[in-house]
Structures are given as C-alpha cells and as structure tokens.
C-alpha cells in the first residue's frame, strides 16, 4: 500500500465515511429522517451547504415511504440520475425508473414547439398515474412545467425532489416548488445535480428496506 | 408562464449560464484549454470552489486530446459517469466508454479479496491498451489502484482524471496523483463526483470537435 493511505476494510468505508460526516456537522441536530437525507446528499458532494439550505416539507418522507411502498415509479430529468437510483430496491415494491430524456417523440416535440426537452418530458409523466415521485437534479424547465402542471390540477405527486442545479432559473424553480402545494426535498439555491436527486432517492429506500 | 421566470430560448440557456460563470469569476484568469473545462465543472456543481481546487498538469489536455482522436476508450469507475459523457461524441473518434462495475467476475474477484470492486476495475481496464484515459469521480480505491499498476508500468495513461468525492482516503488519493508522473486533472480537497468527471470528458470532447 502507498504512504499517507488508510487501510480501511471495503465494507467499512461508508460507515466511517457518515461517521466523519457526523463529526464534522458536531452539534447541528436534524428532524428523524431528515438527518438521513441531508447526511447522504454530504456524502455525495463532500459539501456541508447542504446541511442549510436542504429544505424537507412536513409530510415529504411520510408521502415517499407511502408512494414507494404502493409501487409507484420515480421519475427523473436525467439517465445520469436514473442510473444512480437503486433499481433493484424500486423493482422490489413493484415500482420502475422512468426517464424520457432520450425519447425521440420527445425530441422532436420540444423542437417544434421551442421548449426544453425536459419540459415535454414532464407532460408525458404526468400521463402515467403510476409517476408519484419525481426526482428532478438537472433541468429548471423540467420543475417549473411540473410545478404548472400541477397548479392545473393535471399531475398530483406524492414527492417533488427539486434539485436543479445551474444558473438560468434555477433559484428561482425552486421557490416556484415550495408554492406547488405538494411534499416537495430541495435544495435553496443554485446547487443540486443528478447525484444529489439519486442520493435523496436511495436515502428515501434505504430508510424503507432498513428501519432502524 | 409563471412569476418570477425570466423567459430564455431553450438554446440560449446554455450560452447565459456561462455568461453568468464569467462574470462570477470576474477577474480570476486561467490557461486556455484550462478555462473551458473549469467552466464546465463549475456549470455541473454551480459551485465556484472549484477555480481553486482544479489543478490540470501541464500536459494533459494536449495529452487528451491526441488520444481521444486517435480513437481511445474512456474508463470510467460509475455508470453514473459512463452515461455522463457524450458517447456519440467518442464514438466518432473510434473509442469507447468501458465501466466493468456490473461486471460480476469483478464483483466476485472483489469479494474473494476482500477489496473494492472499483480496484478490481482498474486491474481489468489495465490490460487493454486502448483505455487510455481515466476518469475517476467516485472511488479512491479506484484512483489509488491505478496510481500502484502506473507506477509497476502495468498501465500508462494518456490522462487521469482524478475527481472522488468523499471522506475516507479521498484526498490522500489525489494528492497521490499528483506523483504519479502520468498527466492529470484533478481537484484537491473531498469534494468531486460522477457528474464532474463526465463534465471534465464532455469539455475536452467539446474543444476537439468545436475549436475556437
């Protein structure tokens, strides 16, 4: 082994990963599940911003345990993200990752209307009424169609996960969400990403598969 | 539309967000090359730390670019990552994005070592001469391995891309790039991730196919 490495067991590094994470937030104390969460978005990014502007509505986990254990899918804005979620944790309550990003009609749609991919993406998801949690970490036109979307009664999720990150709209998308009138997780801010929107999403399972 | 939106073409968001990035970063210059990809990590995390923390070795996009045209493959240590990159863009070039993480002999190999996946991984992406260029934006494991095969001459990189994010071992490991006499793009401190290192990929494929 080269100098200056720890020798840490495989199986080991993610525990003593959330115990730094938990030295390093010292007194900071959160809401029980929320700790999960914010804990899990630290361990993707290495960024302790996130312990303030995380931003979690009353009802939010209670309505996600809900939703995935009835098998509902989780909708994202990215394959990046749809490829970070568990899948096999989702298939196992009956539920699927759906992504439209690489869909041609999709495509093509958005084109001719002059809007952003992912904003049609959203209009086809609300069609399913199996898509009770969407898992937004990249397009600020994805949450602010959803969040119209649902003002016209035309989708009703269980979860909002508004993590866009970026700098046109993005701010402003995610104030848009605390309006919606849905449980909604997101980050104040600019930042976010299609790791942060996976990592809320497994933290969401995790808490599922592993009560403790 | 709803308040607070300000109205932006689908194909100018791109264009403003690194309008924004620039005057953020005011005064702050970078070397050419280095500036776009800098850019673009910033774009991907909205989080301008990573001026500071990106350190690009003298050589490496010259290196980078040379190999990608002459039609390497890109190994990465996530899918996350693999999906990341503009796939159509390597394809053109004649390479391939490999991640052999869901192989299951690597799984198995692993697990009977009682190491990481993501260093078996590495041992795997060694003994083909075509990966040439490695980007790592999850495991330390991953980037400590392929520093020890660089340094038995198991393996010469064109470039390492050097971004795991995390807390046990994360930024020894970089530091350990550092000496590894191969050409790297890394970012010093815990912070990096999946989505940066396709974002660093995705700059370099950018500047080849569209140079300015």
């Known amino acids: 082994m080269l100098d200056g490495i720890a020798i840490v067991n495989p199986g080991d590094i993610e525990k003593r990963s959330f115990e ?12 029980p599940f929320h700790e999960n969460i914010i804990k899990r978005v630290i361990h993707a990014t290495a960024d302790f911003e996130f312990a303030e502007s995380m931003k979690i509505s009353e009802t939010a986990v209670a309505k996600a345990f809900e939703a995935i254990k009835s098998g509902c899918n989780i909708v994202t804005d990215t394959k ?11 298939a196992r309550f009956g539920g699927q ?15 001719q209307r002059n809007v952003t991919r992912a904003s049609v993406c959203m209009e086809k998801a609300a069609k399913d009424e199996n898509n009770k949690i969407f898992a937004l970490g990249n397009a600020p036109t994805a949450l602010i169609r959803l969040v119209e979307l649902i003002k016209e009664g035309a989708v009703a999720p269980a979860l909002v996960i508004g993590v866009p990150v970026g700098f046109v709209n993005v ?21 976010g990403g299609s ?16 009560p403790r």
């Open 20 to 31: 730094m994470i938990t030295e390093i937030l010292g007194e900071k104390k959160f809401p």
């Open 80 to 90: 990046m993200a749809s490829v970070g979620i568990n899948r096999k944790s989702i």
């Open 97 to 111: 990752i759906v992504c439209y990003m690489d869909d041609e009609a999709v495509a093509l749609e958005a084109k």
């Open 171 to 191: 701010v402003e998308s995610k104030e848009l969400l605390k309006t919606a009138g849905v449980p909604y997780i997101l980050s104040e801010g600019r930042k």
């Open 195 to 210: 790791n942060i929107a996976a990592a809320i999403v497994n933290a969401i399972l995790q808490m599922i598969e592993d």
